[in-house]
């Protein structure tokens, strides 16, 4: 009932910049929580930031001074500002929700991801 829909992934150099988005649409009636989590190759899904619907924000401390989580509600949209980027910071990113539906229910959402390589 809620689909989250990421873009602005790429290819990059050391030290450049991207800025993820993603949309979500649905019966939304509030979005509690807003994260992106990533899964490098080889390896499992892990939190990179999150954002709560006050703006509170979280970061794992290897994007700490990096990145830039932000959210704007009345879109239903959050962002991550990606920058110095390092080869490590390559995965796939995927955006993540929970909230509550207009009917009332709950959800917790995952967006199909978007591909980040950052090489020379």
């Known amino acids: 009932q809620v689909q989250l829909v990421e873009s602005g992934g790429g290819l990059v150099q050391p030290g450049g910049s991207l800025r993820l988005s993603c949309a979500a649409s649905?019966?939304?009636?509030?979005?509690?929580?807003m994260a992106w989590h990533r899964q490098a190759p080889g390896k499992e899904r892990e939190l990179v930031a999150s954002?709560?619907?006050?703006?509170?924000?979280t970061y794992v401390d290897f994007v700490k001074g990096r990145f830039t989580i932000s959210r704007d509600n009345a879109k239903n949209t959050v962002y991550l500002q990606m920058n110095s980027l390092k080869p490590e910071d390559t995965g796939v990113y995927y955006c993540?929700?929970?909230?509550?539906?207009?009917?009332?229910?709950?959800?917790?959402?995952w967006g199909q991801g978007t591909q980040v390589t950052v090489s020379s």
């Open positions: 993540y929700a929970v909230g509550t539906l207009v009917s009332r229910g709950g959800f917790n959402s």
């Open positions: 649905g019966s939304i009636s509030r979005i509690n929580l």
């Open positions: 954002i709560t619907s006050g703006g509170t924000t």
